[in-house]
């Protein structure tokens, strides 16, 4: 079973901008975090977003703040990325991530299986 289900990904030149989706389902969804968090190629994971689904203020990593926003729809139980002015070094895998707290990853109990973003020219 699937808890958790990515879609947006894909290829953009830099200053474009794509939309990631993440819906959950049984208990991937409660009242917790969820989030994004990416790994560039030869790099370890990091945050990126997350926001409580009980409506608290989002968290971002510095790198995108300004650039990025994340949103959710609690009736659909999806959380969405919006990825604006994106530069080169944004180019990774994207996991969405639920049932943990702000972006310590350690505290995720749930993961996608991760969605392409690739920022070339």
């Known amino acids: 079973q699937e808890h958790l289900v990515e879609s947006g990904g894909g290829s953009v030149q830099p200053g474009g901008s794509l939309r990631l989706s993440c819906k959950a389902s049984g208990s991937a969804y409660r009242r917790n975090y969820m989030g994004w968090f990416r790994q560039a190629p030869g790099k370890g994971r990091e945050g990126v977003a997350s926001i409580y689904t009980g409506g608290a203020s989002p968290y971002y990593a510095g790198s995108v703040k300004g650039r990025f926003t994340i949103s959710q729809d609690s009736g659909e139980h999806t959380v969405y990325l919006q990825m604006n002015n994106l530069e080169p070094e944004d180019t990774a895998i994207y996991y969405c991530?639920?049932?943990?707290?702000?972006?310590?990853?350690?505290?995720?109990?749930?993961w996608g299986q991760g969605t392409q973003v690739t920022v070339a020219s």
């Open positions: 991530a639920a049932g943990g707290s702000l972006l310590i990853q350690s505290t995720y109990t749930y």
